[in-house]
Protein backbone atom coordinates (compact mmCIF):
# COMPACT_ATOMS: atom_id res chain seq x y z
CA UNK A 1 0.00 0.00 0.00
CA UNK A 2 1.06 3.48 -0.53
CA UNK A 3 0.67 6.77 1.75
CA UNK A 4 -0.08 10.09 -0.30
CA UNK A 5 0.65 13.24 1.90
CA UNK A 6 0.05 16.76 0.80
CA UNK A 7 0.93 19.84 2.74
CA UNK A 8 -1.07 22.75 1.85
CA UNK A 9 -1.09 26.20 3.58
CA UNK A 10 -4.68 25.39 4.87
CA UNK A 11 -4.67 21.47 5.08
CA UNK A 12 -2.69 18.71 5.57
CA UNK A 13 -4.43 15.66 3.11
CA UNK A 14 -3.32 12.23 3.19
CA UNK A 15 -4.54 9.24 1.01
CA UNK A 16 -4.16 5.42 1.38
CA UNK A 17 -3.75 3.96 -1.87
CA UNK A 18 -3.97 -0.18 -2.95
CA UNK A 19 -2.76 0.03 -5.97
CA UNK A 20 -4.69 2.84 -8.29
CA UNK A 21 -7.31 2.67 -6.29
CA UNK A 22 -7.71 5.35 -3.30
CA UNK A 23 -9.25 3.90 -0.29
CA UNK A 24 -9.09 6.00 3.16
CA UNK A 25 -8.37 9.60 2.23
CA UNK A 26 -8.51 12.23 4.82
CA UNK A 27 -8.17 16.14 5.32
CA UNK A 28 -6.50 17.77 8.42
CA UNK A 29 -6.39 21.24 9.49
CA UNK A 30 -2.25 22.38 8.54
CA UNK A 31 -1.10 23.41 12.48
CA UNK A 32 2.73 25.24 12.14
CA UNK A 33 2.94 24.43 15.90
CA UNK A 34 2.52 20.54 16.00
CA UNK A 35 5.76 18.41 16.15
CA UNK A 36 6.93 15.57 14.95
CA UNK A 37 5.73 13.11 17.54
CA UNK A 38 2.39 14.87 17.00
CA UNK A 39 2.08 14.16 13.41
CA UNK A 40 3.71 10.86 13.61
CA UNK A 41 0.77 9.86 16.05
CA UNK A 42 -2.07 11.61 14.71
CA UNK A 43 -1.06 9.67 10.78
CA UNK A 44 -0.48 6.37 12.54
CA UNK A 45 -3.98 6.71 14.33
CA UNK A 46 -5.41 7.27 10.51
CA UNK A 47 -3.81 4.63 9.10
CA UNK A 48 -5.08 2.17 12.24
CA UNK A 49 -8.54 3.57 11.28
CA UNK A 50 -8.21 2.95 7.71
CA UNK A 51 -7.37 -0.75 8.56
CA UNK A 52 -3.28 -0.55 7.12
CA UNK A 53 -0.09 -1.39 10.15
CA UNK A 54 3.08 0.63 8.49
CA UNK A 55 4.28 -2.47 7.87
CA UNK A 56 1.83 -3.08 4.47
CA UNK A 57 3.52 0.70 3.54
CA UNK A 58 5.30 -0.10 0.32
CA UNK A 59 6.00 3.39 0.07
CA UNK A 60 5.11 7.23 1.40
CA UNK A 61 4.76 10.01 -1.30
CA UNK A 62 5.06 13.79 0.20
CA UNK A 63 4.62 16.81 -1.41
CA UNK A 64 4.63 19.99 0.58
CA UNK A 65 4.01 24.21 0.23
CA UNK A 66 4.62 24.68 3.54
CA UNK A 67 8.59 24.16 3.97
CA UNK A 68 9.14 24.30 7.86
CA UNK A 69 6.43 21.46 8.22
CA UNK A 70 7.98 19.83 5.26
CA UNK A 71 11.12 18.17 7.62
CA UNK A 72 8.60 17.52 10.77
CA UNK A 73 6.53 15.27 8.33
CA UNK A 74 9.47 13.37 7.14
CA UNK A 75 10.69 12.61 10.57
CA UNK A 76 7.14 11.86 12.01
CA UNK A 77 7.23 9.09 8.89
CA UNK A 78 10.36 7.87 9.68
CA UNK A 79 10.00 7.28 13.63
CA UNK A 80 6.51 6.14 13.56
CA UNK A 81 6.04 4.50 9.93
CA UNK A 82 9.54 3.34 9.20
CA UNK A 83 9.70 4.45 5.67
CA UNK A 84 11.71 8.10 4.54
CA UNK A 85 9.07 9.49 2.33
CA UNK A 86 9.57 10.12 -1.64
CA UNK A 87 9.47 14.24 -1.24
CA UNK A 88 8.18 15.79 -4.75
CA UNK A 89 10.09 18.26 -6.91
CA UNK A 90 11.17 19.17 -10.49
CA UNK A 91 14.36 16.93 -10.20
CA UNK A 92 12.01 13.87 -9.88
CA UNK A 93 10.95 11.37 -13.15
CA UNK A 94 6.99 13.23 -13.33
CA UNK A 95 6.45 11.56 -17.34
CA UNK A 96 5.92 16.12 -18.02
CA UNK A 97 8.12 18.41 -19.26
CA UNK A 98 8.13 21.69 -17.04
CA UNK A 99 8.50 24.40 -19.45
CA UNK A 100 8.48 27.19 -16.17
CA UNK A 101 11.85 29.38 -16.65
CA UNK A 102 12.62 28.17 -12.90
CA UNK A 103 11.20 24.41 -12.78
CA UNK A 104 12.47 24.46 -9.50
CA UNK A 105 10.39 27.32 -8.32
CA UNK A 106 6.74 25.36 -9.25
CA UNK A 107 4.63 24.37 -5.82
CA UNK A 108 4.81 20.29 -5.61
CA UNK A 109 1.14 20.40 -5.88
CA UNK A 110 1.02 22.50 -8.81
CA UNK A 111 3.44 19.74 -10.21
CA UNK A 112 1.35 16.30 -8.94
CA UNK A 113 -1.86 18.18 -10.24
CA UNK A 114 -0.16 18.38 -13.57
CA UNK A 115 1.06 14.95 -13.60
CA UNK A 116 -2.60 13.28 -12.67
CA UNK A 117 -4.06 15.48 -15.70
CA UNK A 118 -1.82 14.08 -18.26
CA UNK A 119 -2.07 10.39 -17.18
CA UNK A 120 -5.71 10.44 -16.29
CA UNK A 121 -7.63 12.99 -18.65
CA UNK A 122 -4.45 13.99 -21.09
CA UNK A 123 -3.97 17.60 -22.89
CA UNK A 124 -4.33 20.50 -23.13
CA UNK A 125 -5.68 21.24 -20.29
CA UNK A 126 -6.38 23.84 -17.47
CA UNK A 127 -6.36 22.66 -14.24
CA UNK A 128 -8.07 24.89 -11.72
CA UNK A 129 -6.77 24.33 -8.07
CA UNK A 130 -9.10 25.82 -5.30
CA UNK A 131 -7.40 26.15 -1.85
CA UNK A 132 -5.31 28.37 -0.05
CA UNK A 133 -4.70 30.23 -3.01
CA UNK A 134 -5.98 29.18 -6.66
CA UNK A 135 -3.47 28.07 -9.26
CA UNK A 136 -4.47 27.88 -12.67
CA UNK A 137 -2.41 25.59 -14.42
CA UNK A 138 -1.86 24.71 -18.50
CA UNK A 139 -0.75 21.03 -20.00
CA UNK A 140 -0.15 20.52 -23.32
CA UNK A 141 -1.46 18.08 -25.32
CA UNK A 142 2.36 16.36 -25.60
CA UNK A 143 2.41 16.37 -21.42
CA UNK A 144 4.06 19.94 -21.09
CA UNK A 145 3.74 22.07 -18.21
CA UNK A 146 3.46 25.42 -19.61
CA UNK A 147 3.03 27.62 -16.12
CA UNK A 148 -0.07 29.10 -14.88
CA UNK A 149 -1.42 31.95 -12.89
CA UNK A 150 -2.05 32.23 -9.09
CA UNK A 151 -4.74 34.17 -7.19
CA UNK A 152 -6.03 34.40 -3.84
CA UNK A 153 -8.58 32.27 -2.91
CA UNK A 154 -12.01 32.66 -2.07
CA UNK A 155 -11.10 32.30 1.42
CA UNK A 156 -8.39 34.65 1.94
CA UNK A 157 -10.55 37.25 0.06
CA UNK A 158 -13.55 36.49 2.53
CA UNK A 159 -11.04 37.16 5.91
CA UNK A 160 -9.98 40.57 4.14
CA UNK A 161 -12.76 41.93 3.60
CA UNK A 162 -13.89 41.09 7.57
CA UNK A 163 -10.36 42.28 8.80
CA UNK A 164 -9.87 45.44 6.50
CA UNK A 165 -13.24 46.65 6.04
CA UNK A 166 -14.59 47.74 9.18
CA UNK A 167 -18.31 47.89 8.74
CA UNK A 168 -18.92 44.40 6.63
CA UNK A 169 -19.42 41.68 8.92
CA UNK A 170 -17.87 38.29 8.29
CA UNK A 171 -20.55 36.04 6.14
CA UNK A 172 -21.04 32.33 5.07
CA UNK A 173 -20.15 31.50 1.47
CA UNK A 174 -23.43 31.00 0.27
CA UNK A 175 -25.15 31.61 -2.62
CA UNK A 176 -27.63 34.86 -2.13
CA UNK A 177 -31.21 34.87 -3.41
CA UNK A 178 -30.51 37.16 -6.62
CA UNK A 179 -27.10 38.34 -7.66
CA UNK A 180 -27.89 42.60 -7.07
CA UNK A 181 -28.13 41.85 -3.03
CA UNK A 182 -30.24 43.82 -1.16
CA UNK A 183 -28.66 43.93 1.54
CA UNK A 184 -25.12 43.83 3.28
CA UNK A 185 -24.80 39.93 3.93
CA UNK A 186 -26.19 39.11 0.45
CA UNK A 187 -24.27 41.75 -1.22
CA UNK A 188 -21.58 40.35 0.17
CA UNK A 189 -22.28 36.93 -1.25
CA UNK A 190 -23.05 37.99 -4.16
CA UNK A 191 -19.48 39.81 -4.54
CA UNK A 192 -17.35 36.74 -3.09
CA UNK A 193 -19.53 33.53 -4.83
CA UNK A 194 -20.44 35.12 -8.25
CA UNK A 195 -17.45 37.62 -8.31
CA UNK A 196 -15.25 34.34 -8.00
CA UNK A 197 -17.17 32.55 -10.31
CA UNK A 198 -16.83 34.96 -12.90
CA UNK A 199 -13.09 35.53 -12.33
CA UNK A 200 -12.62 31.55 -12.95
CA UNK A 201 -14.74 32.09 -16.09
CA UNK A 202 -12.44 34.51 -17.42
CA UNK A 203 -9.53 32.93 -16.91
CA UNK A 204 -10.44 29.49 -17.99
CA UNK A 205 -11.69 31.64 -21.42
CA UNK A 206 -8.28 33.45 -21.44
CA UNK A 207 -6.40 29.85 -20.89
CA UNK A 208 -8.08 28.75 -24.44
CA UNK A 209 -7.41 31.16 -26.08
CA UNK A 210 -4.15 30.02 -25.19
CA UNK A 211 -4.06 26.23 -25.03
CA UNK A 212 -7.38 26.05 -28.15
CA UNK A 213 -10.48 25.01 -28.07
CA UNK A 214 -10.28 21.27 -27.29
CA UNK A 215 -9.01 22.38 -23.39
CA UNK A 216 -10.78 20.97 -20.88
CA UNK A 217 -11.07 21.97 -17.85
CA UNK A 218 -10.23 20.28 -14.43
CA UNK A 219 -11.33 21.54 -10.59
CA UNK A 220 -9.52 20.38 -7.41
CA UNK A 221 -9.08 21.40 -4.32
CA UNK A 222 -11.84 22.56 -1.12
CA UNK A 223 -13.87 24.60 -2.87
CA UNK A 224 -14.20 23.17 -6.33
CA UNK A 225 -17.92 21.75 -6.12
CA UNK A 226 -18.72 25.04 -4.25
CA UNK A 227 -17.75 26.98 -7.81
CA UNK A 228 -18.60 24.00 -9.78
CA UNK A 229 -22.25 24.14 -8.75
CA UNK A 230 -22.25 27.90 -10.46
CA UNK A 231 -20.56 27.64 -13.54
CA UNK A 232 -20.97 24.91 -16.94
CA UNK A 233 -16.93 25.82 -17.67
CA UNK A 234 -15.46 23.02 -15.09
CA UNK A 235 -15.75 19.73 -17.26
CA UNK A 236 -14.66 17.42 -14.20
CA UNK A 237 -14.33 17.53 -10.55
CA UNK A 238 -11.40 15.67 -9.26
CA UNK A 239 -10.99 16.16 -5.56
CA UNK A 240 -8.11 13.90 -4.78
CA UNK A 241 -6.30 14.88 -8.18
CA UNK A 242 -2.99 16.13 -6.19
CA UNK A 243 -3.09 12.62 -4.42
CA UNK A 244 -3.68 10.83 -7.57
CA UNK A 245 -0.44 12.50 -8.92
CA UNK A 246 1.50 11.72 -5.90
CA UNK A 247 1.02 8.03 -6.88
CA UNK A 248 1.65 8.16 -10.00
CA UNK A 249 5.21 9.92 -9.52
CA UNK A 250 5.62 7.36 -6.95
CA UNK A 251 5.39 4.75 -9.41
CA UNK A 252 7.22 6.31 -12.14
CA UNK A 253 10.23 6.36 -9.78
CA UNK A 254 10.11 3.18 -8.52
CA UNK A 255 12.30 0.52 -10.51
CA UNK A 256 10.41 -0.27 -13.70
CA UNK A 257 9.64 3.58 -13.76
CA UNK A 258 5.86 2.80 -15.34
CA UNK A 259 2.64 4.19 -13.63
CA UNK A 260 -0.02 1.37 -13.11
CA UNK A 261 -3.07 0.72 -15.50
CA UNK A 262 -5.67 2.32 -14.48
Known amino acids: MLLTIDIGNTNLTLGLYEGTKLGGRWRLA ?30 ICLSSVVPP ?21 SELKTGVTILYEEPKSVGADRIADAVAVHFLFGGPACVVDFGTATTFNAITADG ?18 FQRAAKLPRVDLLPPPSVIGRNTVHALQSGLLYGYV ?24 GNSERIAKHTSVIQTIAP ?11 E ?11
Not at 148 to 159: L, Q, R, V
Not at 214 to 220: F, W, Y
Not at 240 to 250: H, K, S
Not at 252 to 262: A, K, R, V, Y
Open 252 to 262: LNQNDGNPLPE
Open 240 to 250: WLTLDGLRIIW
Open 69 to 89: LTSRVVQACEQYLHQSPLVVS
Open 144 to 161: SYLGGAISPGIGIATDAL
Open 198 to 221: AMVEGMVARFRQELGPDMKVIATG
Open 30 to 59: TDHERMPDEYGLQILGLLQHGGCAPTQLDG
